[in-house]
């Protein structure tokens, strides 16, 4: 049973291991009447006292998800999927709100190849249709003109050049004003997501997104330690 629990982070520790457990269960990937790790083992495992082990175990069977047998051991329990209500106020592209997600999503990738030519699954460009070659030539001269840049740290916004560049479109397409020391470049939404979050979001926080929404987004506020609402609109 492997995952990582946060020190750092305001939600306590028997909480994520309670959390953790919960959501493999729910996922399916801990079967039911699988047999879990001992008290022991686990607190060994994750390095955390018995005590806090004990408490989240308790926590998990008063919520029906593990039994615990004297001189046997601990046992995922048989779960039955909860239907969800139906609210006539539902769109036709709810959909989302119908599936259980309980893993995070950069697990998902682990739990659902798919060998499809097209797949549809998630919103990821064919490698086939970059110009990598054209990719390759740039690299490859950069790095003869400048063979340092390879083994240090770019600048913590992002290549000047390139916020140069985004700074010039953004003024003639969108009559924005802006300069390059105003821009950021992230590796994707969801980092800049991330950044965020983590600026204005903390423990207790309600947030409510639209429905479907980006499914990384929650796993970025759950770890905020926010709680999530959907909103279908």
Same mark, same amino acid.
């Given at each position: 049973?492997?995952?990582?629990?946060?020190?750092?982070?305001?939600?306590?520790?028997?909480?994520?291991?309670?959390?953790?457990?919960?959501?493999?269960?729910?996922? !399916? &990937?801990?079967?039911?009447?699988?047999?879990?790790?001992?008290?022991? =083992?686990?607190?060994? /495992?994750?390095?955390? *006292?018995? %005590?806090?082990?004990?408490?989240?175990?308790?926590?998990?069977?008063?919520?029906?998800?593990?039994?615990?047998?004297?001189?046997?051991?601990?046992?995922?329990?048989?779960?039955?999927?909860?239907?969800?209500?139906?609210?006539?106020?539902?769109?036709?592209?709810?959909?989302?709100?119908?599936?259980?997600?309980?893993?995070?999503?950069?697990?998902?990738?682990?739990?659902?190849?798919?060998?499809?030519?097209? !797949? &549809?699954?998630?919103?990821?460009?064919?490698?086939?249709?970059?110009? =990598?070659?054209?990719? /390759?030539?740039?690299? *490859?001269? %950069?790095?003869?003109?400048?063979?340092?840049?390879?083994?240090?740290?770019?600048?913590?916004?992002?290549?000047?050049?390139?916020?140069?560049?985004?700074?010039?479109?953004?003024?003639?397409?969108?009559?924005?004003?802006?300069?390059?020391?105003?821009?950021?470049?992230?590796?994707?939404?969801?980092?800049?997501?991330?950044?965020?979050?983590?600026?204005?979001?903390?423990?207790?926080?309600?947030?409510?997104?639209?429905?479907?929404?980006?499914?990384?987004?929650?796993?970025?506020?759950?770890?905020?330690?926010?709680?999530?609402?959907?909103?279908?609109?």
């Amino acid at each position: 049973m492997k995952w990582e629990l946060n020190r750092a982070s305001e939600i306590p520790l028997t909480k994520q291991i309670y959390q953790a457990i919960a959501d493999k269960i729910l996922s !399916n &990937l801990i079967a039911p009447g699988a047999l879990l790790p001992s008290v022991r =083992n686990l607190s060994k /495992e994750i390095k955390v *006292s018995t %005590d806090t082990v004990i408490q989240a175990y308790r926590d998990l069977e008063k919520d029906n998800f593990i039994t615990r047998i004297q001189g046997k051991g601990t046992f995922v329990n048989q779960r039955k999927q909860k239907a969800l209500p139906k609210s006539p106020n539902t769109l036709p592209y709810a959909w989302q709100l119908s599936v259980q997600d309980y893993l995070p999503r950069a697990q998902f990738p682990n739990h659902a190849q798919s060998h499809e030519k097209i !797949n &549809l699954s998630i919103s990821r460009i064919d490698p086939g249709l970059f110009p =990598n070659r054209f990719i /390759e030539k740039l690299i *490859s001269d %950069d790095l003869l003109q400048n063979s340092k840049s390879i083994s240090t740290y770019g600048e913590i916004q992002g290549d000047k050049e390139l916020r140069e560049v985004y700074a010039r479109y953004l003024k003639k397409e969108h009559k924005l004003k802006t300069s390059p020391q105003d821009l950021l470049i992230t590796c994707g939404s969801q980092q800049g997501i991330e950044l965020v979050a983590k600026s204005f979001v903390g423990p207790g926080d309600f947030i409510m997104v639209e429905a479907p929404t980006y499914p990384a987004a929650i796993d970025i506020f759950r770890a905020r330690g926010a709680n999530d609402h959907s909103d279908s609109c």
